[in-house]
């Protein structure tokens, strides 16, 4: 059989494994990228089939180690090629001989009050002060910014339904601020109707890109000379942080984060902690 028919193949099968797993549109790209990559490394003449655990490391050494990648994508095509090999060839990988790579846990990148109100205050278009105040006032993930729906806003109780991973529904607060500049894009679009997403994609049965969010605020970075660890996902890392600072409930930021594990949560009380009101020994 042609290889590229094989190929296709293939990949129609991982794409039906990843839909029936109900994986995000986002890992599923990220999947896909990986398996095409390991696909397209081959020539035509070459069995990937027959491949064992150190033909992989042989790929993974020249395409990744050799090339200094973070350990996170090692890791995320490593994944992907078991995945691969499991439901085209039946064939499963030990995870000694193939390990995934341990990873360092550094601590959430956050951005000040100060400059955040500068950043807020110097932007025009109303769209992108309301993402901007949805991940630092409502702590919500790029992904969750673009996937709101009309519906889901409830300025009555200050609160948002949000869909966040693996498609848990949670809420989260919703400060004056933000409902605010809301319902002056809400007028500002033109919007008349009760259900569909608050940021529409091309068509309007679909919601903007996470992607569309992602490069506004890189523009941003730039025009704002930010540090390079700051990313979107910074403003929800600031609001849970501002949340322990203001003596919130730890508990509560969890399920407004929407955090499986408290210990997830907890790494923002290391962050929150001033260190100057913390009583020790006198070492004087």
């Known amino acids: 059989m042609n290889t590229e028919i094989n190929k296709k193949i293939w990949v129609d099968k991982i794409i039906d494994n990843l839909n029936v797993g109900k ?27 027959l491949f064992d655990e150190s033909d992989i490391i042989e790929y993974i050494k020249n395409e990744f180690i050799n090339k200094n990648m973070a350990a996170n994508t090692y890791n995320m095509n490593i994944c992907a090629i078991k995945l691969l090999y499991i439901v085209c060839f039946n064939i499963t990988f030990n995870d000694r001989l193939l390990p995934r790579a341990k990873t360092t846990k550094r601590m959430p ?14 932007e025009d278009r109303l769209k992108y002060k309301c993402w901007l105040l949805l991940g630092y006032c409502s702590g919500l993930r790029i992904d969750e910014v673009s996937k709101i729906k009309i519906q889901d806003i409830n300025s009555v109780h200050h609160k948002l339904k949000v869909l966040g991973k693996r498609n848990k529904e949670r809420y989260t607060i919703l400060p ?98 001033n260190f100057n009101n913390l009583i020790g020994d006198n070492h004087d």
């Open 23 to 49: 994986r995000s549109k986002k890992t599923i790209e990220n999947y896909l990228s990986a398996i095409k990559r390991f696909l397209n490394y081959y020539d035509e003449t070459t069995d990937i089939s």
């Open 109 to 122: 990148t956050t951005i000040e009050k100060k400059k955040f109100l500068e950043i807020i205050n110097g």
């Open 176 to 273: 004056d601020i933000t409902i605010k500049f809301l319902r002056l894009y809400y007028k500002e679009v033109g919007m008349t109707k009760k259900k569909g997403y608050l940021f529409e994609g091309l068509s309007k049965k679909e919601h903007c890109s996470s992607n569309a969010i992602g490069n506004y605020f890189c523009l941003l970075k730039r025009k704002y000379n930010l540090d390079d660890n700051i990313c979107f996902h910074s403003l929800r890392h600031s609001f849970a942080t501002n949340f322990i600072k203001s003596g919130g409930d730890l508990f509560v930021l969890k399920s407004m984060l929407g955090h499986a594990s408290i210990s997830t949560t907890s790494i923002y009380v290391h962050i929150a902690t």
